[in-house]
């Protein structure tokens, strides 16, 4: 696969050497020999990039994408029983700042490039299978109020600023497609009565 | 030839866009009629335990006062006044006529831009039906504009705070079916209020389908002693099909409720049957004022440790006539006639065995 590549990346020089575009190439049927040269160092090069790319840690490792369907199985089984037992998820986190007063802000966010990039991340992303999607109920409702109805702020839950924003919107579709019940604010219908009520009498 | 006719007739019924259950007459003068207004507030029931049961509040404070007996009586009767409130019904009227007219033809204007303006009146204090929000055409028409734009217009400028300019995916077919399934009826119903005018056509679809799926799965007590609970009565009473919602009255004991539906469907109906005598009956048994009184006693701590007995003797007699009058309208309207004699008999059965029973505490 390596050398399929090396060999394009040495043919498209030719033809910047020639004066042609790359995407010239189907209006001019060119026979472009090229005699290509990689010397063994460049090749074993190319190899360790590879495997120093597979060496990430997997606690660590965040590239993997969850799908919702699994964690909403992770959320019933015995192993989320035996981590989190019966509390909220975010309940048992608690930030590490420097002094007695937290900044008011949390961290943009705990994961970056595919890696978990700080200490101490947040309760949804330090673990990989809890995934914010309005589909996700029971992890959703974790987060809302029982006496307010609305989403926790990130202060209490300890969320970084990025899981923060995704868990808003997967609350707001989860509202919106009718998946989380809420108490729906009531309409007033005076102005009907009135109108109607006069006519009638 | 008369296939022909036939076959027009069908095309030209299912052409039309409604639910097939929809309001052919004008409901409005009828539901807003005093009598009916009676009725169904009476059939909806005022159970303050569900009107007033814990809800999500924005603010959740606490305040505690000091109150004399007479102001904890009037605390009291202020609270069955909001729960009348409440219970508010969504009012039922016809399906709106949305023919937008033109105000003027200006020609000179068809070059001036590739868009149409829209142009609100913003006067604070009017109505939003009374004001005027007109459209100035690509062509150069002037015309009111229509249904959608003025809803558009309204919710820019005064909106309401939880309805979408664009429709909910609550109402998509796949969301709707499941919360059905679920039973959240209650929440369905709240969120097409709020969304929905009641004159829109698309309100109609939804609240009786809705209304058809609780008959189906006889699921009335989600619905009783809320705001819809009336207009629901006044939908199976309209369309001929109080059947199911009388046979689950029965069964829980709501027979005053059964003889005012029966009234109702009469009344809608045009059936020229004696309503006025059962009627009267009704409004003696009405208990409200003793059971506001009974609260307020708990309260004050005033009342003595009573022998619960179910009905008293006044009740058991009243229920009499409701079982003939009842009875009446089984044999000469009903369309479920073997379940609601099914029903009817186990009642008066039971009714039988709480008359002997009072009966023994009397004499004992």
Not at chain 1, 157 to 175: F, I, W
Request: glycine content about 2%.
């Amino acid at each position: 696969m390596m050398n399929f590549l090396t060999k394009i990346a040495c043919s498209s020089n030719l033809f910047k050497l020639n004066n042609l575009s790359p995407y010239s190439s189907a209006l001019v049927k060119s026979i472009v020999t090229t005699n290509v040269y990689y010397c063994e160092a460049h090749e074993n090069q190319e190899a360790e990039k590879e495997q120093i790319k597979e060496k990430i840690d997997p606690s660590i490792d965040r590239t993997k994408i969850i799908p919702v369907e699994t964690s909403i199985r992770y959320l019933k089984s015995a192993a989320y029983k035996e981590t989190y037992g019966d509390q909220a998820v975010w309940i048992p986190y608690r930030r590490n700042h420097k002094g007695l007063i937290p900044p008011r802000k949390t961290r943009k966010t705990c994961i970056r490039k595919g890696k978990i990039a700080t200490g101490s991340p947040c309760p949804i992303c330090r673990d990989e299978y809890l995934v914010l999607h309005h589909e996700n109920t029971d992890l959703l409702k974790q987060f809302i109020s029982p006496q307010t109805g609305q989403v926790l702020s990130f202060s209490k839950t300890g969320l970084c600023q990025k899981k923060h924003l995704q868990l808003l919107l997967a609350v707001e579709r989860a509202k919106d497609h009718g998946r989380i019940v809420y108490d729906v604010p009531q309409r007033d219908y005076s102005e009907y009565y009135e109108q109607y009520a006069n006519k009638s009498s | 030839m008369e296939k022909y006719l036939k076959r027009i007739t069908t095309l030209a019924r299912y052409s039309t866009r409604s639910n097939f259950l929809s309001y052919e007459k004008d409901p409005a003068p009828h539901f807003f009629n005093t009598e009916i207004q009676k009725l169904l507030s009476s059939i909806t029931t005022l159970d303050v335990q569900k009107i007033f049961r814990k809800r999500t509040v924005n603010d959740n404070h606490v305040s505690y006062k000091f109150l004399t007996d007479k102001q904890l009586e009037d605390e009291v009767r202020n609270r069955f006044k909001d729960a009348e409130k409440a219970l508010q019904m969504p009012p039922v009227l016809k399906v709106m006529n949305d023919q937008p007219k033109t105000i003027s033809n200006d020609v000179a204007l068809t070059s001036f831009s590739k868009h149409s303006y829209v142009f609100t009146d913003v006067t604070f204090g009017l109505k939003n039906r009374d004001r005027s929000i007109v459209v100035r055409e690509p062509n150069g028409e002037l015309k009111e504009a229509s249904y959608d734009i003025k809803k558009r217009a309204w919710q820019i400028y005064f909106p309401l705070n939880d309805r979408s300019f664009r429709e909910p995916k609550i109402f998509e077919e796949e969301n709707f079916k499941r919360l059905l399934e679920e039973g959240q009826y209650q929440f369905l119903l709240d969120r097409a209020c709020l969304q929905y005018e009641p004159d829109e056509q698309k309100y109609h679809d939804i609240t009786s389908r809705i209304y058809l799926h609780i008959d189906e799965h006889l699921k009335f007590e989600s619905l009783r002693s809320t705001r819809h609970f009336g207009p629901m009565a006044f939908f199976f009473a309209w369309h001929k099909m109080i059947d199911n919602l009388l046979l689950d009255m029965i069964r829980n004991d709501y027979l005053k409720n059964a003889v005012e539906l029966i009234c109702l469907f009469y009344k809608l109906n045009n059936h020229n049957e004696k309503v006025e005598n059962i009627l009267t009956i009704c409004a003696k048994s009405d208990n409200l004022e003793s059971r506001i009184q009974n609260i307020i006693n708990d309260l004050l701590k005033k009342n003595q440790i009573v022998k619960q007995i179910d009905k008293t003797d006044e009740e058991l007699r009243n229920d009499e006539e409701y079982l003939e009058f009842i009875q009446s309208y089984i044999d000469k309207y009903c369309l479920k006639k073997p379940q609601l004699e099914l029903t009817l008999n186990t009642y008066r059965e039971w009714h039988n065995e709480l008359k002997n029973i009072q009966l023994k505490y009397t004499v004992g």
